[in-house]
């Protein structure tokens, strides 16, 4: 079936491409001259001010982190860090989760994205890492994941190694055997403990991480305001209830 769906993609891209080129022999010659010229033009503006963009993007980054790293530090003073992020996380992704992200969330202490720009390399890379506490689940106490997009726009994924203890009993089987059984059953019961060790990008879900990392008050207030909705319908709804009880004693009167 996959190389089926193959097949009809690469007969689709043919048909646009013989489409697009019929097009653009209907274009009179003086002009497609014209409009070479002018995209021309365009990738040469593009390439002078790639690095010039790379530079304002790495000064950016530099600016943003040195920010992160203080809320960072006045927010390790806080009585209650430990539990920072893993509210965060479970107020913002709990209608994602599987069965075991809220026991892998509940070990959580911090998490950190950190972006970096190689202006001569011409390179980007995002990286997120998340730092746990001793748990009955991994040995890790770091583990990352992390997306490196180079000048042809080619990401590659690093990510960590995840180490899971080994809580089988049965001791005749091999160690990485069962090691593997236990990264299995968990795993996959988990959407973070997933995708950390998928080496696919998903730069989507990296993306919701980031933006979580760097307004995770925005989550905090959604559920205030939630919550002061929920007050007022109990005051509403209580207020309703008290009038019919009057109506109801002049009623009897």
Request: net charge negative; hydrophobic share 30%; proline share 1%.
């Amino acid at each position: 079936m996959k190389a089926n769906k193959k097949q009809v993609k690469v007969i689709n891209e043919s048909e646009q491409s013989a489409q697009s080129k019929s097009e653009a022999s209907q274009i009179p010659k003086d002009i497609q001259e014209k409009l070479d010229t002018i995209n021309e033009k365009i990738r040469e503006i593009y390439e002078q001010n790639k690095k010039k963009m790379l530079a304002i993007e790495h000064k950016y980054t530099e600016q943003m982190a040195a920010q992160f790293k203080k809320r960072s530090e006045l927010l390790s003073k806080t009585k209650d860090f430990e539990g920072f992020w893993s509210s965060i996380l479970t107020q913002s992704m709990i209608n994602n989760f599987a069965d075991n992200d809220q026991a892998v969330v509940d070990c959580l202490v911090n998490m950190e994205v950190e972006n970096k720009v190689d202006v001569e390399a011409e390179t980007t890379s995002k990286k997120i890492t998340f730092y746990f506490k001793d748990n009955s689940i991994f040995k890790n106490k770091q583990i990352s994941k992390e997306n490196v997009i180079d000048k042809n726009g080619e990401v590659k994924v690093n990510v960590t190694k995840i180490e899971y203890y080994d809580n089988n009993t049965n001791k005749t089987e091999n160690k990485n055997d069962k090691n593997k059984k236990r990264k299995q059953n968990f795993s996959e019961s988990s959407f973070i403990l997933s995708w950390l060790e998928s080496e696919e990008p998903d730069v989507e879900t990296l993306d919701e991480f980031s933006k979580l990392y760097e307004d995770p008050f925005s989550v905090l207030l959604e559920e205030d305001v939630e919550n002061d909705d929920d007050e007022d319908d109990d005051d509403f709804n209580s207020e309703d209830y008290d009038a019919e009880e009057d109506a109801e004693e002049e009623d009897d009167e």
